[in-house]
């Protein structure tokens, strides 16, 4: 059986368990996924885990004040990787506080729901974004654009 059909089947099993469209096609085709370098994150969120031991990474690429690039690296999770897929894409050329304003109710919402059981990955996207955003304002590149030169250089 081709990858393709495998796909299909999977999703339609999803779909019987009550995943929406948008979490699915995140699921199997997650957006931004990786991270190659973290110190050539202008911020990094560093490893974030929830209580339910789900966890995960974020990097913000920052040009002036506008997120240029956002990826992110978690466990294999169907909530946690659906939602930060989709948060990912959300926040590309936003301004810093523009995204640091999303909801977790937001992620949901932009998902078609969550099954309750993994509405807890919403808020785990959420907060690794905004630990992200706080790497970025205390590394001082808000204020001293020219740190990054030397910072990538080491």
Known sequence: MSDESNKYEDAEELRKQGYSQKV???WLNPKNFGIINS???DGYSGWNKCPYGDSMAICLK???DIIREATFVSDVCIGSISAASMLTEKVKYLTVAEAAKISTEEIID???GLPEQFVHCASLARDTLIKAILN???SGFKESPWKKM???KS
Request: include cysteine; hydrophobic fraction near 30%.
């Open 136 to 138: 970025y304002h205390r």
């Open 62 to 64: 920052i040009d002036g």
């Open 110 to 112: 932009e998902l078609v």
């Open 150 to 152: 030397y910072r990538r």
């Open 24 to 26: 699915i096609e995140n």
């Open 39 to 41: 110190k050539l994150c």
